[in-house]
């Protein structure tokens, strides 16, 4: 059931590409791959597979829907339940690689394509949730539960099917199942064109430089990916910065040319704001006002309330308690950092009070001088396939799972990595695939993702397919990727969210996934690992010497990792409190200005004008884009698990204790969303976490 929901959900956020309705001879999605551990094939897929594709694989599960529906038997688990959990096979075979790929490698063929296949696919998800006669098979099979015997796992499957139709729309009458029919299609829409809007305004900035005086304190790794990048756009001899994170943000970090950095804060913070055919505004609005209506169509009297009835949250009150509990000590530490900031600029002559451009260029001033740590002494200490190897090397320590390279095997993209997991008895457990830079093609940020779920076929484990994608800064022409402290973490962060697919061991799909506000607990505990001395000891070694990162360096680094926190925390919270403040709205005026309800709404609460929201509403697409609407909230949430939960170690005295390690695999990893997640949590952890880990971790307690 959940197979069909995601593959509607998924279809508003990426793009695919343009075919013709026949396809050609030969279709490799419509055969059995025969590539080693049957990944895609990648290298025969063109353009003109996936559509037709996508319409056989609709065509396919909608007669499997039909033949569920129309068989005499009465309704038991296996001829509805299971049955509607294995349909539509094609489909989520398709989709894997149609979405997978064109949010690693868009065009503006995939993007036309998407927003052709949007509709179709919404309505094919509605098809399946609205379809009554399926619904009552269903609905019959709930409440004759208990003369059953069925299974733990079972059970759970039943239990989220009859609620995802129940959500879904199926009780609703007639005229109002038209009229969510249309809601959803109008979001999907909207939700797709957010996106593409949004990468549309990133690829479109473009500040060149030509001086060289203008360059003046950016690294020189910067510097010659600036000078590559211009010459890539035919202005060889000059420097391009692009809005991408490795540009933008060391940029911000290091140079010395506050007009430029203004110009391109100004770039990077308005983007989808700056009223041309990429604007986002209207989109913003039109699009809240749609998720409230099918709330209340729903029965809700707003989309959160919608939204967290189905996470660990459950309320809005819950939510926003959290917030403002770790908002208060979050921003005094954000005003200590700002008179800091300040006082640097007052050093060096400045009579200017600081401005969003200006924060990590003297932040970065500050850190040196508290502590005498520059982030470019830590880069050459952190080559990317060390830190990678680091990842590696933490997860065979935990679990005793090992990672081999693959050569000879389709790749996502050429620049992508392939590697086998195999568990510490040597089975097969799963490919994973990394692909680190950053190009047009992609969108922004990191992201987990899979090109095929782990299930069970004929009684056999079907190993899953994941790939890892990040945007790390590129390494100059015949020099290794460097990457900085925050880079490092996202690497093993999004390596959290692999080893969670590649242990899960689930039969069924619709119990495959976790709520969105503990999804986030497996990758944010790999992070505590990063910095770990002994950890670093082991990959944090110089790419040209070879040398383990020194001591000394290791405990500035140490001493100095909850200096900034006052920054992060609250440039995370003001995102995360402006997601909350749109979907609790209950009423939405027609002409609603959407950067003022940010300004207001952000503004009221006190943020610093120097700290904008980590997403400003036109270019947030983790709520606008869909994923995390009312959800944004979810990483704080999983950071209050997995700061308790690495206690757990801690209290052990060895980061690797093994059976905290088998627990926490056993109980978190592995069962999918068989179990609730707190009683995940507890199984593993005994007890309910508190924020006294989160408050400590970050420094604001």
């Not at 199926?170 to 990468?199: V, W, Y």
């Not at 729903?298 to 989309?303: A, C, H, L, S």
Request: net charge negative; proline share 4%; glycine share 8%.
């Amino acid at each position: 059931m959940k197979k069909a929901f995601i593959v509607a959900g998924l279809a508003v956020m990426l793009g695919a590409c343009n075919s013709s309705e026949t396809g050609k001879v030969g279709n490799p999605f419509l055969a059995e791959y025969t590539t080693p551990f049957e990944v895609p094939p990648f290298d025969q897929i063109t353009l003109e597979d996936y559509k037709p594709a996508f319409l056989q694989g609709m065509e396919e599960q909608k007669k499997e829907i039909e033949a569920i529906v129309n068989q005499s038997e009465e309704p038991n688990f296996e001829n509805t339940i299971l049955a509607l959990d294995q349909s539509g096979r094609l489909l989520s075979k398709v989709s894997s690689v149609f979405f997978g790929q064109n949010s690693a490698n868009t065009s503006d063929e995939m993007q036309a394509l998407s927003r052709e296949l949007s509709p179709l696919l919404s309505k094919h998800g509605d098809d399946i949730s609205l379809n009554p006669a399926l619904f009552a098979r269903v609905k019959k099979v709930y409440e004759n539960q208990d003369k059953l015997n069925l299974n733990k796992e079972q059970k759970k499957l039943l239990e989220e099917t009859y609620k995802d139709f129940v959500r879904g729309g199926a009780n609703l009458p007639a005229d109002k199942q038209e009229q969510l029919r249309k809601l959803n299609s109008e979001i999907s829409m909207l939700q797709l064109t957010f996106g593409q809007n949004m990468l549309k305004e990133t690829n479109a900035f473009q500040l060149v430089i030509e001086k060289k005086e203008d360059l003046s304190g950016l690294p020189e790794s910067l510097i010659a990916n600036a000078a590559i990048a211009a010459k890539e756009a035919g202005m060889e001899g000059k420097w391009l910065f692009t809005l991408h994170n490795p540009s933008v943000m060391p940029f911000l970090q290091y140079a010395d040319n506050r007009a430029l950095r203004e110009k391109i804060f100004k770039g990077y913070i308005n983007r989808g704001n700056n009223g041309n055919d990429a604007d986002n505004n209207k989109v913003v609005r039109d699009l809240i006002t749609k998720r409230l209506e099918k709330a209340k169509l729903m029965g809700y009297e707003d989309y959160a309330s919608f939204v967290l009835e189905d996470r660990m949250a459950k309320t809005s009150k819950n939510v926003y308690d959290l917030l403002d509990e770790v908002w208060t000590p979050a921003l005094a530490k954000a005003k200590e950092e700002l008179a800091d900031i300040n006082a640097e600029i007052k050093k060096e002559g400045g009579n200017f009070e600081a401005e969003g451009w200006d924060w990590r260029y003297y932040f970065e001033k500050a850190k040196k001088a508290k502590f005498d740590l520059d982030e470019n002494q830590l880069r050459p200490y952190l080559k990317l396939d060390n830190v990678r190897d680091g990842a590696f090397y933490v997860a065979n320590k935990l679990y005793g799972i090992t990672f081999t390279p693959i050569a000879n095997i389709p790749l996502p993209h050429p620049e992508a990595q392939a590697f086998e997991c195999k568990d510490k008895d040597g089975t097969h457990l799963g490919v994973i695939y990394f692909d680190f830079f950053p190009r047009a093609s992609k969108r922004g940020g990191a992201w987990c993702g899979g090109y095929r779920s782990q299930t069970y076929k004929d009684g056999k484990r079907v190993a899953p397919v994941v790939t890892i994608v990040c945007n790390f800064t590129q390494p100059a022409e015949g020099q290794p990727a460097l990457l900085s402290a925050d880079e490092a973490e996202t690497l093993f962060h999004e390596f959290g969210h692999g080893l969670h697919s590649l242990f899960r061991d689930v039969h069924y799909y619709g119990i495959s996934g976790v709520p969105r506000d503990f999804v986030e607990l497996p990758s944010q505990i790999m992070e505590h690992w990063v910095f770990e001395p002994e950890v670093l000891k082991v990959y944090a070694k110089h790419y040209q010497t070879g040398e383990v990162m020194p001591t000394e360096l290791i405990d500035k680094l140490d001493k100095s990792g909850k200096y900034g926190q006052g920054f992060a925390t609250t440039e995370y919270l003001a995102a995360s409190l402006l997601d909350m403040d749109f979907h609790v709205l209950k009423e939405i005026p027609a002409d609603l200005d959407v950067m003022k309800f940010e300004q207001e709404t952000l503004g009221k609460r006190g943020l610093l004008r120097q700290i904008p929201s980590r997403y400003r509403t036109t270019y947030f697409n983790h709520t606008m884009g869909g994923g995390y609407t009312a959800g944004y909230y979810s990483y704080i949430w999983a950071e209050v698990l997995d700061s308790d939960a690495y206690e757990a170690f801690q209290e052990t005295g060895d980061i690797f204790h093994q059976e905290v390690a088998s627990k926490f695999r056993t109980y978190v990893l592995t069962p999918g969303g068989i179990d609730d997640a707190m009683d995940m949590y507890k199984n593993f952890r005994g007890k309910e976490p508190n924020t006294e880990p989160l408050l400590k971790n970050r420094g604001l307690k």
